[in-house]
């Protein structure tokens, strides 16, 4: 199980006393100089960031200047011999814990990436693979292109249409929607079915470039500095180069992204917790009512003995999901069992925990000035954003039979 803490007093993130020095040096200094980006940046700076839904440019520039995703997210036998460059669960959760401690933004940019570059990694198209390890050595990031309007998690109706033509390529129409980083991705990951064959046998999954004129943003649909783009693929040429996978293996590819791509909910939401949890006790303690210290109160002992365990046991719980992962293989799916606990119920207790808090702080919760604040509005985001609650209890339900027994 990887080490999370070598004493309870570091148990939490801390940014003073981060030390990630049991993963190798080149990835305890990426760890270490993601935390030195953000408090650079500053509290201050990065609250005003959020309230002005200031798209991430400047973060997007620390990922390139410091190779960041390439290093962290490009498939080992795409990276040119260099041992940094490797796709590892363990070290990818802990940079997601330390995206959520500053900001779901940060978080989702990385998240949407490693979703985009699912289908493309698994596929055999040796070309994308090779771009989409050229597009992260120079700063690029992805998305996946999933999600339609009207159809939630029912990708089987997609309206994502591909017509045939003459030269073993297709002609894309339709519409996406809650597509994250849509507005500057490389290679847009694409779902949809062709026009020519009815069920299974005609899902494709293919790349798409945002930044061609056939592929028009439409807009934001939520507001913040998250772009979760609505676009629309109007006649867009795709070329066999562009095809990631065809048939039940495009499917197949949708919701092995969604399993494995989806991990990191649950450092996301133990980061934006971890940092709330600072805040609240500060305040708490410094916050003298009728002579005393807040945290006098037993009522709000209480509280924080409950938030602090319930942390724990979200960090403990995700901790042993990330072994699943890295020993994953046909015989061993214990990670199908983990995986949607890690997103559903692990996240929620992210929620729970921001109520216990919530009840602390009282009005200091909703001041601007506060992470809290921020914590506050997104934390409820991690359990819905990407897949239900209601489907990953439903995935629990499906594999705690065999887990078990
Ligand atoms: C901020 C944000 C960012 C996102 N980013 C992306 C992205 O980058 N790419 C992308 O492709 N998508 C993205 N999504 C979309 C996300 O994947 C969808 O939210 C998800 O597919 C579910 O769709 P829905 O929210 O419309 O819910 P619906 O599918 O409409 O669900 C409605 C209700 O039905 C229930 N339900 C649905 N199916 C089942 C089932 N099989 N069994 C039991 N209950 C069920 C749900 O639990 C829910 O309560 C994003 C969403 C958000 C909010």
Same mark, same amino acid.
């Given at each position: ?39 650079? @940046?500053?509290?201050?700076?990065? =609250? ?63 998240? %949407? ?43 089987? /109706? ?21 597509? $994250?980083? $849509? ?8 779902? $949809? ?13 293919? @790349?798409?470039? /945002? ?17 979760? *783009?609505?676009?629309? =693929? ?23 992204? @969604? ?10 939401? %133990?980061?934006?917790?971890?940092? *709330? ?11 003298? =009512?009728?002579?005393?210290? %807040? ?34 293989? =046909? ?14 119920? @692990? ?59």
């Amino acid at each position: 199980m990887p080490e999370i803490a070598k004493s309870v007093n570091d148990l939490f993130l801390n940014p003073r006393t981060y030390d990630p020095s049991h993963f190798d040096a080149e990835t305890a200094r990426l760890l270490r100089a993601t935390i030195d980006y953000f408090e650079g @940046v500053g509290k201050t700076e990065l =609250l005003r960031r959020d309230h002005n839904a200031v798209w991430v440019t400047d973060y997007l520039d620390f990922v390139k200047r410091e190779k960041l995703f390439s290093t962290f997210l490009t498939r080992a036998d795409y990276a040119d011999g260099d041992d940094n460059r490797r796709w590892d669960t363990s070290r990818n959760a802990a940079l997601s814990e330390i995206f959520g401690f500053y900001g779901l933004a940060y978080w989702y940019a990385e998240q %949407v990436t490693i979703l985009g570059l699912g289908p493309i990694w698994m596929s055999d198209n040796d070309e994308a693979k090779k771009k989409a390890a050229q597009q992260l050595a120079d700063g690029g990031v992805m998305a996946f292109g999933l999600s339609e309007r009207a159809h939630g998690a029912d990708v089987y /109706s997609t309206d994502m249409l591909l017509t045939p033509n003459e030269d073993g390529g297709f002609t894309a129409n339709g519409t996406k929607y809650y597509i $994250g980083n $849509g507005n500057v991705a490389g290679m847009v990951s694409v779902f $949809g079915r062709r026009t020519d064959i009815d069920g299974p046998e005609g899902y494709v999954f293919f @790349v798409a470039d /945002s930044q061609r004129p056939d592929y028009h943003l439409i807009d934001n649909v939520t507001h913040g500095q998250m772009y979760v *783009s609505t676009f629309a =693929l109007e006649n867009y040429a795709v070329t066999e180069a562009d095809i990631l996978h065809t048939g039940p293996q495009a499917f197949a590819a949708a919701l092995n992204t @969604v399993n494995i791509g989806k991990f990191n909910l649950c450092s996301g939401s %133990v980061g934006m917790v971890e940092h *709330s949890f600072y805040e609240a006790i500060t305040h708490a303690h410094n916050r003298i =009512l009728y002579g005393n210290p %807040v945290t006098d109160f037993s009522h709000v002992r209480g509280n924080f003995v409950e938030a602090f365990a319930r942390i724990a046991a979200m960090k403990l719980f995700s901790n042993r999901a990330i072994d699943y992962f890295r020993s994953a293989s =046909l015989e061993d799916r214990r990670y199908l069992l983990f995986n949607p606990m890690t997103k559903s119920k @692990v996240t929620s207790e992210g929620e729970k925990v921001m109520t216990l808090l919530l009840d602390v702080v009282a009005a200091k919760g909703y001041e601007k000035y506060t992470y809290f604040h921020q914590a506050n509005h997104y934390v409820g985001w991690l359990p819905r954003l990407e897949g239900t609650v209601h489907v990953n209890v439903s995935q629990i339900l499906k594999f705690m039979p065999n887990y078990f027994f």
